[in-house]
């Protein structure tokens, strides 16, 4: 009783205005606010406060009032205060309470707003004053029930549960507490509730507006009407324990509780939230990649950092801020409280030294591949750490290849080691290098012409361990002089080796200029990877992409080199073809055929490989270029088949119509004058086309000739004595048996070379023609001009042409006369002849 009437203080009357008296604004003296009467009972004894009462009784023994002059003064209005007086009851509590306190409202309507205003506090109530348990509101109860402490934290689990007839709803919030200090906040399933805006509790709410995340419930001294800080209140030391808050929520939570300081309200919001700030930096909260906790500032946050990556990063960078707190939006706020940001520039530079396989870094590019989306990204990975091939480290990718599967080093590339390789690095600078570009890089080049012997064995292993990992990379033609070891142990250029058992060796004369490669080394590489640099198992090429002159060590070279006006776009020809056995050229010609690198080279007619085996390959005592392929009709009878199972395949480097000398040449005429050979006319008339074609290009003066016994006729057959056909309408004046004839539209050169080739005359030379009588005269487009050529495929252009009822001309031949009727006739005045068409 005495606690509750002395809830007062003195009457202002010094005051401007009506006189009043203080009020602390909270507890008891609020239900002045709303009611007239209150009765407090109680199991030791009730008390009842009446406005009307006391003021009945305050007017009873009041003193007459009068002025300064002594005048009487009316007396004081306005209503008595409800708490000053008190009087005594006997009405007990409510069974089940120790005390019972009754308000009479003033409104009576007001009851149901005010009993929704009581039961929408009673959870903050419940969380303001720890000493209560429970609040009734009409017919909703409210708890509270504080769980222990939260795994691995000083925090505990606060529950909230308000029943009521229409339900049951439960808030759970998470509670630290220090030193008089409460710190909390309510957590729902996605999350924790952020509070907008709230004020200091001390411990229920005052007028200091707080902007910090979490709810603030502090002992802290405040001013009589408890709306603001006493004046001797430190606020700042409040911030203690904040940080056991934050670590205790998830982890993808805790930047959600960092303060931001652009949103102070005032300045004991901004002294309580750098306090905060101050305590976040030095406190274990942030939860770290390797799943522990880390002190804000000794630690560091790479932005939007992957799971990926932080499970290759979390073992070699302890001090690295986990995923779930790196997000770009989290940024500013772990700045605040002094964590370090990490670009991709510092990461690159903290891997320098980094000790790891190829496959930890391999790991490493693929999970930092998702964070490089721009060429900036790229420029700032410019120093992370590469494996090499060779064992070594490159800072940076610029200036190493990519090699793809190859696992071998070679010394003279900078690669990335194979286990190591993600796409990220070309993407940081690294070039793709393929199998056939590092076998023809110049480095190796030079370095092989320039090692020592010591060094050529490791080389030689890096060249065949490429070769290896790309079976079809083309390999360049130096590259036949790596020295390998032959069968003495001896380093020789690869292309003066052979293979053991090698077909090649069993074709060549006795003392080839080859040895044998080493067979340890056959068993380890492989005959094709030596095969491929040049060691010899069949005939070898030499090619030449831009060939200038005949410096390639063929045989004859320059006598090849001479037949083209032009230097060859591309040389590509079989090389030691003059090394060969005479006995064993059929086997081999059947090396050659059979071999799918050389069938190309054997088909090109005009080509050095054909070339040479035409005049220079012997079988049974002829080049290869006296013989025919079986399936060449076109010199049939002049030429005799080569008698080989390949002949087909060889038939560029055999002989056909073209003569290439005048040994050829005079095969030529020699088999035409022999009657044993059967030779279709047709056939005969090509050959010599073909030969009077050389002639007029030169490959030979028809005075070197040898001139033939006989000559081969239009009949087939050979005769000693016959006329060159110059003119195709002496075919009519003589007899097929004494004409020999020129396949195609000759001339009268190509006549004249072949009457002296064979050292006989032309028909116009033997034979004198007359038109027995003029005929009439007619013009070039006359029915019988137009039907003539349409018939001969003979145009008369603009010539004259004179028609006959009988054409007759009389032929002078060796001193006799003789005439012959003819259908068309050209006399030596160029005019044609023809004999009119009957009609009907």
Known sequence: MRSLLALRVSAKPDEPGPSGVGRFGVGFTATAAVAD??????????????????????????????????????????????????????????????TEIILYLRDAT???????????????????LDALAEIVVAETVTTIRRDGAEPDTRAVRVAVSATAPDGHRERTWIESSHAGTRWLVEIEGAGPVIAERDVLRAPTPTDIELSLPARCITDLALTPDRRNLHPDADISTAATGYSDLVGALARQWRPLLIPDTTRVRNRDDATLIEAVLDELRESVWLPAADDGDLVPSRAVVLADLTDELAGVLAPIMGDL?????????????????????MGLADLAER??????????????????????????????????????????????????????????????????????????????????????????????????????????????????????ADTAAAVPEWLSALPIPDQDGELRPADELLLPDSPLGAVLIDDAPFGVVDADLVAQVGSDALRRIGVGWGFLTVIDDLPVAADHDLPDEDEWWNLHEQPPETLAAVRDLDLVDERRWSEALTLLAADDTIAPLLADRSGYTAWWLRHHAVV???????YRAPSDASVEGVRD???????????????????????????LLDHLADPARRIAPGVAADVHAAIVSAARRGTYDPADLNVPQGVRVATGSVVERAVVLDSPWLIQALDPDQLVLIGGHPDDEATEILAEILDIATAGEELRAVVRDEGAAAASTSTEAVLFSALWGRDVGHGEVRLHAELWVRLRRNGADHDVRVPWWVDQRGVTHLERRTVG
């Open 37 to 98: 009467r209150v009765e407090v009972r109680s199991t030791t004894g009730s008390l009842i406060f009446d406005r009307a009462s006391t003021s009945q009784a305050v007017g009873a023994s009041a003193p007459e009032a009068r002025d300064a002059g002594g005048s009487r003064r009316a007396p004081t209005t306005g209503p008595a205060p409800l708490l000053r007086l008190a009087w005594p009851d006997e009405t007990p509590p409510a069974a089940g309470f120790d």
């Open 110 to 128: 007001a009851a149901d707003s005010l009993v929704a205003t009581a039961s929408a506090q009673a959870t903050d109530l419940l969380l303001e």
């Open 620 to 626: 049974d005592g002829h080049p290869l270029g006296w």
């Open 641 to 667: 088949v080569l008698d080989h199972p390949h002949a087909d395949a060889l038939r560029a480097a055999l002989g056909g119509l073209d003569v290439e000398s005048a040994r050829d040449a005079d095969t």
């Open 321 to 341: 801020a986990h995923p779930d707190v790196s997000e770009r939006r989290h940024l500013t706020a772990l700045r605040s409280v002094g964590v370090t940001e």
């Open 351 to 468: 891997l320098i030294g980094t000790e790891h396989d190829p496959a930890w870094w391999r790991d490493l590019y693929a999970a930092l591949a998702p964070l490089v989306t721009t060429s900036i990204d790229a420029e700032e990975l410019g120093t992370l750490p590469i494996p090499r091939s060779d064992g070594r480290m490159n800072i940076g990718a610029r200036g190493l290849f990519v090699t793809g599967a190859i696992d071998t080093a070679v010394r003279w590339i900078p690669t990335v080691a194979s286990a190591a390789y993600h796409p990220l690095v070309e993407r940081l600078g690294a070039q793709s290098i393929s199998v056939t570009d590092a076998l023809a890089d110049p480095a190796l080049a030079h370095l092989t012409e320039h090692a020592d012997d010591d060094e050529l064995a490791p080389i030689a292993h890096e060249v065949f361990a490429l070769l290896a």
